[in-house]
């Protein structure tokens, strides 16, 4: 299998947009178009978010462009910016990294660029885009040194 490894810490900067008064947005479904099989799900898109390194690996036989995480959430909201940690620390190099990424929310839909960096990237987004699922597509990768992966 050749897998990308990617940890995504997402932040926003986010609003409700019909809400009069201040409502606690919550993500209530995550979904991924491929995950890396194992015994303890270690790779499942959930990790994402559980607060810890861990990470989403896709699961197919390539090296994971076009691969996808979807995060719905309870409200529609405004993404403005965003943060995110590229890659598997324990193995940076060796494995392949996303250089471009598709954003997509409600109607839009934006291509960023990423940096080849294990620190944390602030991603203020070219234009704000609202909706109350948002999609993070691979479309291109930093190619790592590992055979397997690419």
């Not at 590229?86 to 954003?103: A, E, M, P």
Request: proline residues 1%; contains cysteine.
């Amino acid at each position: 299998m050749r897998n990308i490894i990617v940890i995504l810490i997402i932040l926003f900067s986010a609003a409700c947009i019909s809400c009069k008064k201040p409502v606690v947005s919550k993500i209530v479904n995550i979904t991924a178009s491929s995950t890396k099989k194992d015994y303890t799900d270690a790779y499942a898109a959930v990790h994402l978010f559980d607060g810890t390194k861990s990470s989403w690996c896709e699961g197919v036989d390539k090296a994971g462009i076009g691969e996808s995480v979807t995060l719905t959430y309870n409200i529609e909201k405004n993404f403005k910016s965003l943060f995110i940690a590229n890659g598997l620390s324990s193995d940076y190099k060796t494995k392949n990294r996303i250089k471009k990424l598709q954003v997509s929310a409600g109607n839009e839909t934006l291509a960023i660029e990423l940096k080849d960096t294990l620190k944390v990237q602030n991603i203020l987004l070219p234009k704000e885009i609202s909706g109350k699922k948002i999609t993070f597509k691979i479309l291109e990768i930093y190619k790592g040194t590992d055979t397997e992966d690419n």
